[in-house]
């Protein structure tokens, strides 16, 4: 049975920082390129930020680059999201996700992927 656990989020003044991490039972996480989504009430999933299999390409959305940062390290089946100058506009349920085949130019397309965490809730307050 597949798990994806994320984890570290919380309340945070703005400016402040975060870091999420995302793990998996029943799944190498490795064979998979990895997704960070959120998702904020009333509003639609979009995708934060991407990451190939092997670490060696990463996307962001405009709305976090330069402040978000993706990671894995496969070795412990890991992922994470290393949120900076955080602002009360990234308050959201931030979700993991894994794409075991799929194209990374349409990587904000959620339904491509094939699994999914329950999500860590990130509070942002001014």
């Known amino acids: 049975q597949v798990q994806v656990v994320e984890s570290g989020g919380g309340l945070v003044q703005a400016g402040g920082s975060l870091r999420l991490s995302c793990t998996a039972s029943?799944?190498?996480?490795?064979?998979?390129?990895m997704g960070w989504f959120r998702q904020a009430p009333g509003k639609e999933r979009e995708g934060v930020s991407y990451i190939t299999w092997s670490g060696a390409r990463t996307y962001y959305a405009d709305s976090v680059k330069g402040r978000f940062t993706i990671s894995r390290d496969n070795a412990k089946n890991t992922l994470y999201l290393q949120m900076n100058s955080l602002k009360p506009e990234d308050t959201a349920m931030y979700y993991c996700?894994?794409?075991?085949?799929?194209?990374?130019?349409?990587?904000?397309?959620?339904?491509?992927?094939?699994?999914w965490g329950q999500g860590t809730q990130v509070t942002v307050s001014s």
């Open positions: 029943g799944l190498s996480l490795p064979d998979y390129a």
């Open positions: 996700a894994a794409m075991r085949w799929g194209d990374y130019r349409k990587w904000t397309r959620w339904n491509d992927y094939n699994y």
